[in-house]
């Protein structure tokens, strides 16, 4: 089944408007933007845990945090709608159009609204917000990468209540990244910091199964 999930996008490809390229193996094989310098744009499929059905979906991952995650909640999967199935059967013989309608529909209209400077505006909305402690979504996240990545403002406020708020969870990888980036900032000033963000980002392309993506 993995074959036939592979079959289907490499025939895709070709339909879908830009630049795009086969990237990631069995399940995560997925059709990748290329290049995309802050963000990974995918067009996938998700198997369900109790068949061999499953779900198209698309969505747009900043690479701004401390990990590329597949899950990003900017996402859109086919079972969500309206007009196409709640679940999808990769054997149907009508399913290569299925994909086809999802890929320049609905996958390319959420992809075309999580550009980069989208995702950073949302995220200094929420980081707006008075939350304390603060609440999902944590859009608010992303806003010490962001501030870097587009020359905006420090992050020095954003990536210290993200120690925080990684510290009171736990997560070591999470404290790491945005310890760093605030110690490089006060250290190094932009230019360091952005340094260190390219470095990671190759790090989460490749933890991400996406080994030869045109890094830009």
Excluded at 93 to 106: D, H, I, N, T
Excluded at 141 to 150: A, E, H, I, T
């Amino acid at each position: 089944m993995k074959e036939r999930w592979r079959a289907l996008i490499t025939e895709l490809a070709p339909s879908v408007p830009g630049d795009w390229e086969i990237r990631g193996s069995g399940w995560r094989t997925s059709l990748v933007r290329q290049p995309e310098p802050w963000t990974i744009a995918w067009i996938g499929f998700t198997k369900s845990a109790y068949s061999d059905e499953g779900w198209f979906h698309a969505g747009v991952a900043p690479l701004v945090t401390h990990h590329f995650n597949w899950g990003s909640p900017f996402t859109v999967r086919t079972d969500r709608v309206e007009g196409f199935p709640k679940a999808i059967d990769l054997t149907n013989p009508g399913v290569g159009e299925v994909l086809r309608e999802f890929a320049v529909g609905p996958a390319i209209e959420k992809i075309e609204r999580g550009l980069s400077s989208v995702l950073a505006s949302g995220a200094e909305k929420n980081y707006a917000r008075a939350q304390r402690p603060r609440r999902p979504p944590h859009y608010w996240l992303m806003v010490p990468g962001w501030r870097v990545v587009l020359g905006t403002d420090s992050p020095e406020a954003p990536a210290a209540e993200a120690v925080e708020f990684y510290t009171e969870l736990g997560d070591t990888e999470a404290i790491t990244f945005y310890q760093t980036l605030l110690d490089t900032w006060k250290a190094d000033g932009r230019e360091g910091t952005l340094t260190f963000l390219e470095a990671d980002r190759v790090r989460k392309i490749r933890a991400g199964g996406l080994r030869g993506m045109k890094i830009v």
